[in-house]
Nanobody, 129 residues
């Protein structure tokens, strides 16, 4: 399994922005989906966004977002660099959490947490009001 290394977390004020990066150690095509998830203390892990990074060329680049995103976040990939980004804008206090990058080899994974089998160690996002 590839190693996933997240970076870019930090502390911002409400309304601020951050860009998270997920560096993938091996072939970015090796997995169907690369996703960003988050988990706040006492809450379940939830899907933030995912992007198709492998499989059929017809679908590579397709993106999906959690219902709470509301157009504030953007997931993207730099394939030569093997990096998946998550741009966070207009951050709210509810967005504070540990953010994880994960990959799935399952074509129907979308943002189902249970279908992601390879996880990074996370990067912390703190939002102050």
């Amino acid at each position: 399994a590839s190693q996933l290394v997240e970076s870019g977390g930090g502390s911002v004020q409400a309304g601020g922005s951050l860009t998270l990066s997920c560096k993938i150690s091996d072939d970015i095509n090796a997995n169907i989906y690369t996703g960003w998830f988050r988990q706040a203390p006492g809450k379940e892990r939830e899907g933030v966004a995912c992007i198709r990074t492998g499989g059929s060329q017809l679908f590579i680049g397709n993106t999906f977002y959690g219902p709470f995103v509301g157009g504030r976040f953007t997931i993207s990939q730099d394939r030569p660099k093997k990096v998946v980004y998550l741009q966070l804008t207009n951050l709210k206090s509810d967005d504070a959490a540990m953010y994880y990058c994960a990959t799935s080899g399952y074509d129907g994974a979308n943002m189902r947490v249970r279908d992601y089998t390879n996880w990074g160690t996370g990067t912390q996002v703190t939002v102050s009001s």
